[in-house]
């Protein structure tokens, strides 16, 4: 089992950027494959990017690809998520996820841990 707990979100103007981080507990972190996930008032959760367990593979939403990078420090029990260029339309909470395997998902019924979410706020 995992327990996560992100932050890094916050209040910020288009065209800055931010970075999430997401800390796991439990000495199996490098087994699991890792995923952000955003939800914007009124809309359903949705996939922003994932991870493998070695980091080896990564997988973005079209509407973050070349804006968002995910990435992962196993040593110190990490995930990141780099999210430069933000719109207002980035505006959401975003969620880490664990999911268990060796391959990733865009699927969030595929991940069992969940995060308790960051905001994250861009102003126009």
């Known amino acids: 089992q995992v327990q996560l707990v992100e932050s890094g979100g916050g209040l910020v103007q288009a065209g800055g950027s931010l970075r999430l981080s997401c800390a796991a507990s439990?000495?199996?972190?490098?087994?699991?494959?890792m995923g952000w996930f955003r939800q914007a008032p009124g809309k359903e959760r949705e996939f922003v990017a994932s991870?493998?367990?070695?980091?080896?593979?990564?997988y973005y939403a079209d509407s973050v690809k070349g804006r968002f990078t995910i990435s992962r420090d196993n040593a110190k029990n990490t995930v990141y998520l780099q999210m430069n260029s933000l719109k207002p339309e980035d505006t959401a909470v975003y969620y880490c996820?664990?999911?268990?395997?060796?391959?990733?998902?865009?699927?969030?019924?595929?991940?069992?841990?969940w995060g308790q979410g960051t905001q994250v706020t861009v102003s126009s």
């Open positions: 996820a664990a999911r268990s395997g060796a391959y990733t998902s865009r699927r969030a019924v595929e991940y069992a841990y």
């Open positions: 991870i493998s367990w070695s980091g080896g593979a990564t």
């Open positions: 439990g000495r199996t972190f490098s087994s699991y494959t």
